[in-house]
């Protein structure tokens, strides 16, 4: 059964800093695109990072650039996400996702974790 597990979600203040999980099980994480997408309430879920299979390539969306590093680790089949300087508008449930390869736009990705949320507030 393939499966993806977020954590590390939490409540943090302004300027602090998490650092997200997604481990893979069923599948060998290594062959898979893994992107990182989160929702807040009332608006669409949006893209943060990816990181490709195919040449490690890595996308940041422009709200988190400079302040988000994504990265992988095969031989745990696991992707993280460290996010520093973090800002009440990064509050959101946080989820990450699979797909073949390369990385591609939200309705692309076959598989999806359950979400970790992610709040930031003083």
């Known amino acids: 059964q393939l499966q993806l597990v977020e954590s590390g979600g939490g409540l943090v203040q302004p300027g602090g800093s998490l650092r997200l999980s997604c481990a893979a099980s069923?599948?060998?994480?290594?062959?898979?695109?893994i992107g990182w997408f989160r929702q807040a309430p009332g608006k669409e879920r949006e893209g943060v990072s990816c990181?490709?299979?195919?040449?490690?390539?890595?996308y940041y969306a422009d709200s988190v650039k400079g302040r988000f590093t994504i990265s992988r680790d095969n031989a745990k089949n696991t992707v993280y996400l460290q996010m520093n300087s973090l800002k009440p508008e990064d509050t959101a449930v946080y989820y990450c996702?699979?797909?073949?390869?390369?990385?591609?736009?939200?309705?692309?990705?076959?598989?999806w974790g359950q979400g970790t949320q992610v709040t930031v507030s003083s």
């Open positions: 069923g599948f060998t994480l290594g062959y898979y695109a």
């Open positions: 990181i490709s299979s195919s040449d490690g390539s890595m």
């Open positions: 996702a699979a797909r073949f390869l390369k990385c591609s736009r939200r309705d692309r990705y076959e598989y």
